[in-house]
């Protein structure tokens, strides 16, 4: 069983929606017990930093988060509140990647970044029989810098973290449940991992 | 490298897809659901889901078709009409829209904006403009579906939203719209080169290289239409191999 957090950010059905796609059962919920026992934890998200960290901590589902033994995948919003910091709201997050994510800054290009584009310089099971230079969709205006935890990079402004892991926790910046095939390949790639 | 959106419109109109011509004499044009799975398999990029009778009618999105939609289709979608208050987006979110476009509401109530993007994030929170331009040569925000004029000019109310939080400008000119003439380059050209926001261009595609020409002359970063692919008169998968062979960053 796949348990999906819930919380105050949004769009969580549509990653379960999008599991369902693949055959694959899930939970949304904010139950420590389900959380805990769960074979894999995604932690998805659409929405401000600020607020999201601070439902969280109220909640204490940002101790039970950072705790998580089994494979944890962070999605857009979600990864970033696995940095160590957002700019967004000024933010102390979870520190779970050393990184810190920054608001995307240009004279020229717009932001946020909407739209799909592609991921190179893979580094992690996630990315599994997926073509070099994958497409996928992203919407997002803050950015995790690179790191030595990085393990796909895009370049819009600059390049950056498409995707990060640490131990058992993963996380990518784009929306793999709205990426069409290349996003089902990844989510099915993140459910393989034992 | 970020690709150019091609963007299918369903308007919504008592839970089937139809199209205005000049938001008038609205035809049949098929049922939503089926549609939104046809172009995600053909290359769409993203959809736009336009409840075009709620301002009017006061009658909330179908959260069921919401639900629906998302339950099917792969790629992100946006929906609109008649959204009014924080609690109406996040209904939508939670049954799986990825974005919500805010139009009348928002005008009347520029706080909407402000509030939508400090709970959800700016990113989620498109705001449509319905523009036409008057004999002064000046570009008008429209109401309520195109039924109302505003003394307030699109430039201005674009930049006001922006501030406020609007993460993306769905602009659709009123002068083009239905009639397969071609985009509006002018007021699309102002507002992308003026906003930090991407610009999502709609009202008067007709043929492919309307599409070429709002990406390069307009610089917009989507471009949207709804009766030609309806309707089948342009394929989105030709379309894109068009754009992309007149080198525009495109997804194939």
Redesign the interface.
């Known amino acids: 069983m796949v348990a999906i957090i819930k919380y105050n950010?949004?769009?969580?059905?549509?990653v379960q929606?999008?599991l369902?796609?693949i055959g694959v059962d899930s939970v949304v919920t904010d139950d420590f017990e389900v959380i805990r026992n769960a074979d894999k934890v995604i932690f998805p998200g659409?929405?401000?930093a600020q607020?999201a960290m601070q439902y969280l901590m109220k909640n204490k589902l940002d101790t039970l988060i950072i705790s998580l033994q089994q494979p944890v995948l962070g999605i857009c919003?979600g990864l970033q509140l696995m940095c160590k910091y957002s700019e967004e709201g000024d933010t102390t997050c979870l520190n779970i990647f050393d990184t810190e994510v920054k608001l995307f800054s240009s004279p020229v290009?717009?932001?946020?970044?909407?739209?799909?584009?592609?991921i190179y310089n893979y580094k992690s099971v996630l990315f599994n029989g997926l073509p070099e230079q994958a497409?996928v969709?992203t919407?997002?205006?803050y950015y995790a810098a690179l790191s030595k935890e990085t393990t796909a990079t895009t370049?819009?402004i600059l390049p950056f973290s498409a995707a990060l892991q640490k131990n058992n926790f993963y996380a990518v910046q784009f929306?793999p449940?709205?990426?069409?095939?290349v996003?089902?390949t990844i989510l099915k790639n993140f459910i393989q991992i034992i | 490298?970020?690709?150019?959106?091609i963007i299918p419109c369903l308007d919504i109109r008592d839970g089937r897809t139809v199209k205005g011509i000049n938001f008038e004499n609205i035809r049949d044009a098929g049922d939503p659901a089926e549609l939104a799975l046809f172009y995600?398999q053909q290359g769409a990029?993203?959809l736009v889901f336009l409840d075009i009778t709620a301002t009017v009618e006061k009658r909330k999105t179908l959260v069921e078709l919401v639900?629906r939609i998302?339950?099917n289709i792969?790629?992100?979608f946006t929906v609109g009409g008649g959204i009014s208050t924080v609690e109406d987006v996040?209904v939508l979110?939670?049954?799986?829209?990825?974005?919500v476009s805010v139009n009348t509401a928002a005008f009347k109530n520029p706080a909407l904006i402000a509030g939508l993007?400090?709970?959800?994030?700016?990113?989620?929170v498109v705001l449509a403009i319905d523009t036409k331009k008057e004999t002064d040569g000046e570009w008008y925000v429209y109401l309520n579906g195109g039924r109302t004029k505003t003394d307030t000019k699109t430039i201005d109310w674009a930049k006001q939203a922006v501030a406020l939080g609007a993460?993306?400008i769905l602009l659709t000119s009123m002068n083009n719209d239905g009639t397969k003439a071609g985009f509006a380059v002018d007021i699309t050209l102002l507002l992308s080169n003026e906003?930090?926001?991407?610009v999502i261009a709609s009202g008067g595609a007709g043929t492919m290289v309307h599409f070429k020409e709002i990406f390069e002359e307009g610089n917009a970063?989507?471009a949207l239409a709804a009766s030609i692919f309806h309707y089948k008169e342009i394929a989105i998968p030709e379309l894109k191999q068009y754009l992309a062979n007149e080198k525009i960053a495109i997804?194939l």
Not at chain 2, 93 to 99: I, R, V
Not at chain 2, 117 to 124: A, I, M, V, W, Y
């Open positions: 950010a949004g769009n969580v059905q549509s929606y999008a369902q796609r659409v929405g401000h607020s919003l290009l717009k932001v946020p970044q909407i739209g799909w584009n592609n497409f969709y919407v997002h205006s370049d819009y929306h449940e709205k990426s069409g095939f996003g089902e | 490298m970020l690709t150019k959106r995600s990029d993203e639900k998302a339950a792969n790629i992100p996040a979110l939670q049954n799986g829209a990825d974005k993007s400090n709970r959800f994030g700016s990113q989620c993460g993306e906003l930090s926001v991407p970063d989507a997804r």
